[in-house]
């Protein structure tokens, strides 16, 4: 693959890519020292740079195989970036989706006119079905990023973010399979190799580091992260030498520092993000010191279930420190869960819910534990509740 490949690309889907002005990210900058953007995809029509790539290789069939249709795999994103753009182009698709993916997402693909299958628990066991499909009926099998029409679609946005961001230094990108780092990372070192490209992926997702240090792709052996964009257990081959060859380091994240990055993007910047498209903002918060200015900072999706996003809201705020659990062990008598909430008062934290257990073997006959629920300013004000507490003479934990 080359820049000429990526340029033809961008003439291709012109028609269906919407050109977004990047965002400039105060808070990240202040941790950065240095100007920091936001780069909005998840604005993108379909929710996602998926519609990139899918659109891109969905114009390069020919009439005959346009005429036997199209199968995919994916949670999500590449779903709905598929069917769109099959729409668009008059193609009969199917999509193969896990068996957890979100309601949202099932909708917006059916309401492209796809017609979803669901298989398996992980984007690799539902391509294992769409390839059985396409083997059985003809249908053109798009991949979600290891082909070269894919990864061409996706490297479009590299092209985007030097015109944006002229003196770029820095590019962070979210990472699963790495189709759209691979095309990111080709497209910006093809025009400005001294640029810094950084692709991040979930702790609990992560195939690319010990990929890269085995020298091919490896497959993994379980994955647990929220962030089901980017829970892809093995690199495409193409992607992998793309990755290889140009891009400078693969960062991990946690789950807090997903939840809270979402959190941080939605109350900073108003924009909705779902997990996978928050990964590349997490790494950027959580070490600052490693990002060069300017930065562009990836947004990669915005589908998310909303039942998710109130748990990932809860789970962000709890991560920075604004939504704390308390465990406290109290005299079972009159008064004494008055005196704990006097002690949290005493700090004008909001107390959401409040639960009483009597029945545990580690509890003495006269006690009980009360479970408290408290929102906070952050993690210095979560700290004085818990020493108010303390003082106040209680056993209490945080969970």
């Known amino acids: 693959m080359t820049l000429a490949d990526i340029e033809r690309a961008r003439e291709v889907i012109r028609p269906v890519v919407n050109a977004f002005p990047v965002a400039n990210a105060r808070w990240l900058t202040e941790l950065v020292g240095g100007p920091v953007y936001l780069v909005p995809e998840n604005l993108q029509r379909a929710g996602s740079f998926k519609i990139r790539g899918a659109f891109n290789r969905l114009a390069q069939l020919s009439p005959e195989e346009k005429v036997r249709g199209v199968v995919a795999a994916s949670a ?177 994240v946690s789950e807090e520092q997903l939840s809270y990055a979402a959190l941080s993007v939605l109350e900073r910047a108003k924009l909705i993000v779902e997990p996978a498209g928050a990964a590349a903002t997490a790494a950027v918060m959580a070490h600052p010191e490693k990002f060069a200015p300017p930065v562009a900072v990836v947004l990669s999706g915005g589908n998310v279930d909303p039942l998710l996003l109130l748990r990932i809201i809860r789970h962000g ?58 929102e906070t300013r952050g993690r210095e004000h979560a700290d004085l509740v818990l020493e108010a507490v303390r003082e106040s003479g209680f056993n209490v934990t945080e969970l």
Request: charged fraction near 15%.
């Open 76 to 252: 999500g994103n590449h779903a709905q970036g598929v069917a769109l753009a099959a729409q668009v182009l008059g193609i009969d698709a199917t999509i193969f989706m896990p068996l957890g993916a979100t309601i949202p997402k099932v909708k917006a693909t059916q309401g492209y006119g796809a017609h979803v299958e669901f298989a398996g628990h992980s984007i690799d066991e539902a391509l294992v079905s769409a390839q059985e499909f396409a083997d059985r009926t003809g249908a053109i099998l798009i991949h979600p990023f290891n082909h070269e029409d894919i990864v061409a679609g996706q490297g479009t946005l590299g092209l985007e973010i030097l015109e944006k961001i002229p003196d770029v230094q820095t590019v962070v990108v979210c990472t699963g399979g790495g189709g759209l780092l691979a095309g990111v990372a080709l497209a910006i070192k093809s025009v400005r190799p001294d640029v810094t490209v950084i692709g991040v992926q979930a702790e609990g997702a992560a195939a690319y580091p010990p990929s890269l240090e085995a020298g091919k792709p490896i497959a993994l052996t379980s994955m647990t992260t929220m962030a089901d964009g980017i829970a892809v257990g093995r690199p495409g081959d193409i992607p992998f030498a793309i990755i290889q060859k140009y891009v400078d380091e693969i960062m991990t």
């Open 317 to 374: 705020m709890t991560a920075g420190g604004r939504y704390l659990t308390l465990r406290v062990q109290v005299p079972d008598a009159p008064g004494s869960l008055a005196a704990v909430l006097e002690a949290v008062q005493s700090k004008s934290a909001n107390v959401v819910e409040v639960d009483h257990n009597r029945i545990d073997p580690h509890l003495g006959v006269d006690e009980v534990e009360i479970v408290l629920q408290v």
